[in-house]
């Protein structure tokens, strides 16, 4: 059983097409659906959260909800494009507020824009309301790294967030998920609120903090990956490049790195070529034969998997049995294996901890098992909702997930926010630019000065 997650989602928007151009081609852009046709689908999409979703309205009470809801359909007074009647449904993102139910654009709508239209070039780096310019994928170098944009096409920056914001999914309260997807699917999100402008009118303030206007092309995305290769080539190769799961040792300060980029247990056979149980008992055999005294265990931007992978890995890692998700069907007791590691343990986490990381990063904390550091992970540390069906809007081909079950992982100090860090540290645009990790760099210094100690 798996628990989806956005990133898995928008692999089929942010991907290559699979249709024919000639398919591809089919798709019109500009029809508008007549008000029965959404309102038919907004009652279909209505009809399936109201039937199948568990905890539909556990950060909504039901009868505001209703009024919601209500409020969505008499809005529907006019016949609507299919980007307008995304733009108007995915309001729900904010109010049900659950990270594994979502809308995205028909799979016609993703061919076509992908294999057709063009698209801001550049990967921006999103932190307390201010959009900063991580990569310039554009021929058009006046742009700097690190440069805060202040307005896109005439619309100021808080007012771009605050709408893409209340239209991206996150588990209650959460901040860091939406952070997180836009972070890394600006350009995508943009064009679901925006459309695909051929230019881009853009104000930016340079690194001496003078204001400048700029005008440049949209890029298709054969264009920006290689305008990516090209003035980024180290962004896409590392050493580790193609491992899902690896493990560094330091025998000198007797610590282990153990990395995890999934707990998908198909993408890590398919991707990486590698079998989770495997490279996990390896890596636990290899810290226990060479006493290893300091483990980190690095989960940032893992967006989750099966459930069967992390209760591996907690068994691992804790020193007492855990009940893991009691009174569902994926409960079971966990018990430690006899190469679990018991010495002093780290966990990395942030925005893009989502879904089962967030699970295993909930029984870790709740049995204080490590000490945590980064930012708050995205998944409730509580409870969520998972296990969602796919479900294709009958008259527009709107693509959505609704969850289908509840799973508890503890009834106590119930929360409306992920695992906080007991470290808070949020990265700085200039160490990503750089390429360091402010993160490891911490825990890695704080071991070295315990060992010095």
Known sequence: MKLSAIATFL?????????????????????????????SD?????????????????????????????????????????????????????????GHTMILPSQKATDYYNSNCNFLPFYFYITSGKIQVLMNCSS????????EILSINGIPTNKLLDELTSRSVRDGENKTYPQWILTNYFKEYYSFSYGHPKTYSILFKNNEGIEIPVSLN????????YYKSLKY????????????????????????????????????????NQNFSNEIKDAFTKIKDLKTEHLVVDIRNNQGGDFEPGRELLSYLIIEPVVYLKGSAQERTIKPTTDAFKNK??????????????????????????????????????????????????????NCQVSTQSFEITKENRSKHGVQPDVYIQP??????????????????????????
Request: charged share 25%.
């Open 233 to 272: 080539p180290s962004s896409s190769t590392t050493s580790e490049t193609g491992k899902g799961i690896y493990l560094t040792i330091n025998e000198t300060n007797s610590t282990a790195i153990l990395t995890i980029k999934s707990f998908d247990r198909q993408l890590l056979r398919n991707k990486y």
């Open 11 to 39: 692999f089929f928007y942010i991907g290559l097409c699979f249709n024919s151009i000639s398919q591809v081609k089919k798709y019109d852009t500009s029809r508008l659906f007549s008000i029965d046709e959404l309102k």
């Open 42 to 98: 907004f009652k279909y999409l209505r009809q399936k959260l109201e039937k199948r979703h568990p905890n539909l309205y556990l950060y909504t009470p039901k009868e505001e909800m209703n009024a919601f809801f209500d409020s969505i359909e008499n809005s529907i007074q006019n016949p609507h494009t299919e980007r307008e009647f995304y733009h108007l449904l995915s309001l729900m993102n904010s109010r049900i507020k659950d």
């Open 345 to 398: 343990l780290y966990v990395l986490i942030n925005g893009g901890s989502f879904s089962n990381s967030g699970i295993v990063s909930s029984y870790l904390a709740m049995n204080k098992r490590g000490v945590f550091y980064g930012e708050e992970t995205a998944g409730n540390s509580t409870i969520l909702s998972g296990e969602p069906i796919d479900i294709v809007l009958p008259n527009t081909g709107l």
């Open 428 to 453: 700085k645009i200039e160490s990503l630019i750089a390429g360091k990790d402010e993160i490891m760099e911490t825990v890695l210094a704080k071991i070295n000065l315990e060992k010095r100690n």
């Open 140 to 147: 058009n170098n006046l742009i700097k790294e690190g440069n």
């Open 218 to 225: 949209a890029l298709s995305k054969d264009s920006i990956r």
